[in-house]
């Protein structure tokens, strides 16, 4: 069975804050790695990863992929009040047109 | 370009009542998903419809639940009758399925309450 797993599954850091999240996945025909930020209630998207240690980057955050040890990370540097999200990660196998999801990792940025 | 757009935003049921859910893709996107979010969990694919076929529905609880895409377009989600642990966010998405470019694009969930 397809498993995506996130962590931590809570954090709570200042404002300016560098944070690192993770995620680790087990699928069959592995196609793509999707993240996604999650605020009040639709994910909005955020990047897509489909080859390993290519650094996808926009603006403060970035994201790399290891296919090897089939995992990836968001970071996101000189955080913001509203970095504040539940942040997803999504794995897609191939062929098969849909996303499974890790638990997400809620995010706090207090100031 | 208008987003995904779902009604209502929330409903308040007692358990053993019906509830419909509606959902209107992005204009010209075949592919439109259901997916169920509970409280502190990632969302959970319901079904997937290219066009009006459901092509994904192997984890939609079918003796309660059903789902239709007449024409294509817009989608209902049907549960009857609603139990206590159906409570939680459903949430539509589309795609355009284009070669690679099959990101999904969600809309803002209708939030169910069951009591």
């Known amino acids: 069975e397809d498993k995506v797993v996130q962590s931590p599954l809570s954090l709570v850091v200042h404002e300016g804050d560098t944070v690192t999240l993770n995620c680790s996945y087990e699928?069959?025909?592995?196609?793509?790695l999707l993240w996604y930020k999650q605020e009040k209630k639709a994910p909005t998207f955020l990047f897509m990863l489909?080859?390993?240690?290519i650094e996808k980057k926009s603006g403060r955050l970035s994201s790399i992929l290891d296919k090897k040890e089939l995992f990836s990370i968001l970071n996101i540097t000189a955080t913001q009040t509203g970095d504040s999200a539940i942040y997803l990660c999504?794995?897609?196998?191939?062929?098969?047109?849909?996303?499974?999801f890790g638990q997400g990792t809620r995010l706090t940025i207090n100031p | 370009e208008a987003g995904v757009v779902q009604s209502p935003r929330y409903k308040i049921i007692e358990k053993k009542q019906p509830v419909a859910f509606w959902c209107n893709p992005i204009s010209g996107h075949n592919t439109l998903y259901w997916y169920r979010q509970n409280l502190g969990q990632g969302p959970e694919l319901l079904i997937r419809?290219?066009?009006?076929?459901?092509?994904?529905d192997s984890q939609l609880p079918k003796d309660r639940f059903s789902a239709e895409r007449l024409k294509g377009v817009d989608s209902t989600l049907k549960i009857q009758p609603a139990e206590l642990g159906d409570s939680a966010v459903y949430l539509c998405?589309?795609?355009?399925?284009?070669?690679?470019?099959?990101?999904?694009?969600f809309g803002p969930g209708t939030r169910l309450t069951v009591t």
């Open positions: 419809y290219e066009n009006e076929e459901a092509v994904d």
């Open positions: 999504a794995v897609e196998p191939q062929g098969a047109q849909k996303l499974v």
């Open positions: 489909t080859s390993s240690g």
């Open positions: 699928v069959t025909n592995f196609r793509s």
């Open positions: 998405a589309s795609s355009l399925n284009s070669g690679r470019d099959y990101e999904q694009y």
